[in-house]
């Protein structure tokens, strides 16, 4: 069973950048032919997807954040990460990341999500 | 962005009961990608239902899914008191993925 672990720190002054390390164990992330997504979810709100990428590198964002996000893969270490630049208190929220089983299964493991607070 | 909107917003029933959930798109879901997850509080989101009807492994045959195109149902056949919980429908036929705002299920 594959699990994931988000990594990163969980304060963050307003117009600096968000960045976020999903760790993947209990499998290779190249294998499977999966993709690996990000989502967020503000205090007591609902689910965003932010984007998610391949294991060969190929990116799919949310139009909406695309000109702030970049998702990145890292296959010797076994995990992606997430940049948001720019941020303000409106990116406050609980991020998760996800394997997305794509057409076959969609979001089928999330990690447990850490808390971003983006505040002076 | 193919727009999905969940009904009721909550939903109060007492164990046993049946719950019924929907959604509905904006726009028709390509090849019915169309997916359940259920949230409790402090909780990631877990993934009930893929595909409109397929269920997601270990997932108990209590929860069906069904529907097509635009309109999405999601079938709790005798609530069980870890069933109250949220739950979101989400579209992954197009990009960017979209889900809907939630129906919360409590106990009444």
């Known amino acids: 069973q594959v699990q994931l672990q988000e990594s990163g720190p969980g304060l963050v002054k307003p117009s600096q950048t968000l960045s976020l390390t999903c760790s993947v164990s209990?499998?290779?992330?190249?294998?499977?032919?999966?993709?690996w997504s990000w989502v967020r979810q503000p205090a007591g709100k609902g689910l965003e997807w932010i984007g998610r990428?391949?294991?060969?590198?190929?990116?799919n964002y949310n139009p909406s954040l695309k000109s702030r996000v970049t998702i990145s893969v890292d296959t010797s270490k076994n995990h992606f990460s997430l940049k948001l630049r720019s941020v303000t208190a409106a990116d406050t929220a609980v991020y998760y990341c996800?394997?997305?089983?794509?057409?076959?299964?969609?979001?089928?493991?999330w990690g447990q999500g850490t808390l971003v607070t983006v505040s002076s | 962005e193919n727009v999905l909107t969940q009904s009721p917003g909550t939903l109060s029933l007492s164990p046993g009961e049946r719950g019924t959930l929907s959604c509905w798109a904006s726009q028709s879901v390509s090849n019915d990608y169309l997916a359940w997850y259920q949230q409790k509080p402090g909780q990631a989101p877990r993934l009930l239902i893929y595909?409109?009807?397929s269920r997601a492994t270990g997932i108990p045959d209590r929860f069906r899914g069904s529907g097509s195109g635009t309109d999405f149902t999601l079938t709790i056949s005798r609530l069980e008191p870890e069933d109250f919980a949220v739950y979101y429908c989400q579209q992954y036929g197009s990009s960017p993925y979209t889900f809907g705002q939630g129906t919360k299920l409590e106990i009444k």
């Open positions: 990428i391949s294991a060969g590198g190929s990116t």
């Open positions: 209990g499998g290779s992330i190249s294998s499977g032919g999966y993709y």
């Open positions: 996800a394997r997305d089983g794509g057409y076959t299964s969609s979001l089928t493991d």
């Open positions: 595909a409109a009807s």
